[in-house]
T-cell receptor
Framework: EPEVTQTPSHQVTQMGQEVILRCVPI?????FYWYRQILGQKVEFLVS????????KSEIFDDQFSVERPDGSNFTLKIRSTKLEDSAMYFCASSVGRLNEKLFFGSGTQLSVL | DQQVKQNSPSLSVQEGRISILNCDYTNSMFDYFLWYKKYPAEGPTFLIS?????DKNEDGRFTVFLNKSAKHLSLHIVPSQPGDSAVYFCAAPNYGGSQGNLIFGKGTKLSVKP
């Protein structure tokens, strides 16, 4: 069964450093997302992406965050200057349709900012 | 602003018995609801969904009930199995943006004891 692949599974970084989280969505999906879950809290929407541009972003997705689809398969989330509060599990997801009634999630990248 | 609420952080059930996981919502515009299951170190996986035009949807051991007047839905697992031990998230699509995104509850951790 096709799946969303995320790398790395764990990332440890120093505060102020840049990190790039990588995702390979399911190949025939057109809509892409990033969510995150801070330990003990709910899964939160960050950003959605379609046709090489951001469709929607939440308040969390400030100027320190950016997304890119550099080629036909990868979808990346960059945090320019990490903060302690960016520590979370970051999930990439993709869907066939626009209204994402059914999302397929990757296994996540656990980001720890020290 | 919690539009999707799961007020029970955990639930423990004996194998073979029924598990009932509850979810409340505040936004009467929601017209579709989903349940996701999440194992440790994995991303959420879609389990079952229900449209607001229905009050029940069944898929094998899993049944979701929707009470629109009470803005409440529940997931029933019968019979519960140890492999069902996971965190269960209730979610609803937010169609506010051009692409939409899912709003998740905080999750309920189900433990099924052998």
């Amino acid at each position: 069964e096709p799946e969303v692949t995320q790398t790395p599974s764990h990332q440890v970084t120093q505060m102020g450093q840049e990190v790039i989280l990588r995702c390979v969505p399911i190949s025939n999906h057109l809509y892409f997302y990033w969510y995150r879950q801070i330990l003990g809290q709910k899964v939160e929407f960050l950003v959605s992406f379609y046709n090489n541009e951001i469709s929607e972003k939440s308040e969390i997705f400030d100027d320190q965050f950016s997304v890119e689809r550099p080629d036909g398969s990868n979808f990346t989330l960059k945090i320019r200057s990490t903060k302690l509060e960016d520590s979370a599990m970051y999930f990439c997801a993709s869907s066939v349709g626009r209204l994402n009634e059914k999302l397929f999630f990757g296994s996540g990248t656990q980001l720890s900012v020290l | 602003d919690q539009q999707v609420k799961q007020n029970s952080p955990s639930l423990s059930v004996q194998e073979g018995r029924i598990s009932i996981l509850n979810c409340d919502y505040t936004n009467s515009m929601f017209d579709y609801f989903l349940w996701y299951k999440k194992y440790p170190a994995e991303g959420p996986t879609f389990l079952i969904s229900i449209s607001s035009i229905k009050d029940k949807n069944e898929d094998g051991r899993f049944t979701v009930f929707l009470n629109k007047s009470a803005k409440h839905l529940s997931l029933h697992i019968v019979p519960s199995q140890p492999g069902d031990s996971a965190v269960y998230f209730c979610a609803a699509p937010n169609y506010g943006g051009s692409q939409g995104n899912l709003i998740f509850g905080k999750g309920t951790k189900l433990s099924v004891k052998p």
